[in-house]
């Protein structure tokens, strides 16, 4: 962790300033430490350069152990491009150069790689609840302005409108609560900055509900390397798919990922059915969250659900 970083952080529960205690410094950064509130005297450990603000990875357990077992498929994939954070969540160059963001879930940091290095952010907050922080610090963590955080989204130790943005994509779906989570990273925009989210739709519900019950009854309860060895088998039922007709009728009563190459199937099988959590929602019902805290501007973007705004002026 920089130094500089402190400029966002503060305590989660009374919003204070922290003091840094015991540091041990490597190449100008915070390798170990404590960030000390000396309000209500709590604590918290900076650990291999990274804050860290949670004792578990509670209900995200899979996605922080997705990136170590997977990690040769992900590594010889290639990275997100630009225009998928377009596509996705409408965000351009334009939109964030030299801007002050903030990444809700950043995993293993393809979106900070963009926007730090393409895009030039002046400083990006990376938070994920996983231990995919570690993976995002190995490929970003070096960059002078990337910050990585392991954090809960429902308490973040961070400045309340702060950010010039606020992006998330495929995360907020996967807490128990979509809306309150939503109401939970709003007040980090600043007045007339930006938010926006990428969430599953739920127009497709019924293709999913073969899906969805097999998750709930029995993957989602699996250890990650049971699991893990489940989506290796299940990716060779694509050869059986592919035959037309039959094949169809298969796939629709146990989906799997349909990518050409085996180990990028067996990656996206796995992301299929290891959440505790998926909600879908509606686009009407995002514009809603968006309007009732105090968005204005709202527009979809090309990928449902794709949904921005920016935050009335003060």
């Not at 970003?140 to 950010?163: C, D, M, W, Y």
């Not at 969805?212 to 029995?218: G, S």
Request: glycine share 6%.
């Amino acid at each position: 962790m920089q130094k500089k970083a402190l400029e966002y952080l503060v305590c989660p529960t009374c919003q204070c300033d922290f003091e840094l205690r015991d540091t041990v410094e490597e190449k100008d950064r915070i390798k170990e430490g404590k960030l000390f509130c000396p309000s209500c005297k709590a604590s918290f450990a900076i650990h291999h350069f990274i804050p860290r603000f949670v004792s578990d990875q509670e209900y995200v357990a899979s996605f922080g152990e997705e990136w170590h077992l997977f990690k040769h498929v992900k590594n010889e994939r290639p990275t997100m491009s630009e225009d998928e954070m377009y596509q996705y969540m409408g965000l351009k160059k334009e939109a964030i150069a030299g801007k002050h963001v903030l990444e809700i879930g950043c995993g293993a940091g393809p979106y900070l790689d963009i926007s730090a290095r393409a895009f030039g952010v002046g400083h990006i907050i990376g938070v994920d609840l996983s231990r995919a922080v570690d993976a995002a610090y190995e490929n970003v963590g070096h960059l002078e302005n990337v910050t990585i955080i392991q954090a809960n989204l429902f308490h973040l130790p961070l400045r309340k409108s702060t950010f010039d943005v606020v992006y998330s994509l495929g995360v907020l779906h996967h807490t128990p609560n979509t809306h309150q989570a939503f109401q939970a990273i709003a007040p980090f925009v600043k007045p007339k900055g930006l938010l926006s989210v990428w969430l599953y739709g739920a127009y497709w519900l019924k293709k999913s509900v073969n899906q969805d019950r097999i998750r709930k009854l029995f993957t989602s309860k699996m250890s990650p390397m049971a699991l893990y060895r489940f989506s290796i088998i299940a990716s060779w039922l694509y050869y059986l798919y592919k035959i037309p007709f039959i094949g169809h009728a298969f796939r629709e009563t146990f989906p799997i990922a349909m990518d050409k190459d085996r180990h990028v199937r067996a990656l996206n099988t796995y992301d299929l059915y290891s959440p505790t959590y998926i909600n879908r929602h509606y686009v009407d019902e995002v514009y809603r969250w968006f309007s009732e805290e105090g968005f204005e501007t709202i527009e979809p973007c090309h990928y449902l659900l794709g949904m921005k705004g920016f935050r009335r002026g003060a």
